[in-house]
Nanobody
Framework: QVQLVESGGGLVQAGGSLRLSCAASGRTFSDYAMGWFRQAPGKEREFVAAISRSGRITNSADSVKGRFAISRDNAKNMVYLQMNSLKPEDTAVYYC??????????????????WGQGTQVTVSS
């Protein structure tokens, strides 16, 4: 069992920045590939960014490339999502997720086993 707790969401103006954090506990953190997803009202949950167990491999959605960056600190059992140049369309509940993985990154939400409770990000125009 892995417990995930997100933090760092809030209200920000368009063009601003936020840094989301996800604290993991319960298992060996470095055994898990991690991902960030988001869900806006009335929409399906969508992939934002993912990172491999070591942190050497990352992937992100085209809609956030160049603006968002995922990172992890295995010594602290943390994964982060740095969000810059935020747009109103980035407004959503953001979730971190974990999956036991040997190599690479995972982009499908269906593949993830553990999820946090989410943190709200609201970008005003």
């Amino acid at each position: 069992q892995v417990q995930l707790v997100e933090s760092g969401g809030g209200l920000v103006q368009a063009g601003g920045s936020l840094r989301l954090s996800c604290a993991a506990s319960g298992r060996t953190f470095s055994d898990y590939a991690m991902g960030w997803f988001r869900q806006a009202p009335g929409k399906e949950r969508e992939f934002v960014a993912a990172i491999s167990r070591s942190g050497r491999i990352t992937n992100s959605a085209d809609s956030v490339k160049g603006r968002f960056a995922i990172s992890r600190d295995n010594a602290k059992n943390m994964v982060y999502l740095q969000m810059n140049s935020l747009k109103p369309e980035d407004t959503a509940v953001y979730y971190c997720a974990a999956v036991l993985r040997t190599l690479g990154v995972v982009v499908s939400p269906n593949a993830y086993t553990y999820w946090g409770q989410g943190t709200q990000v609201t970008v005003s125009s």
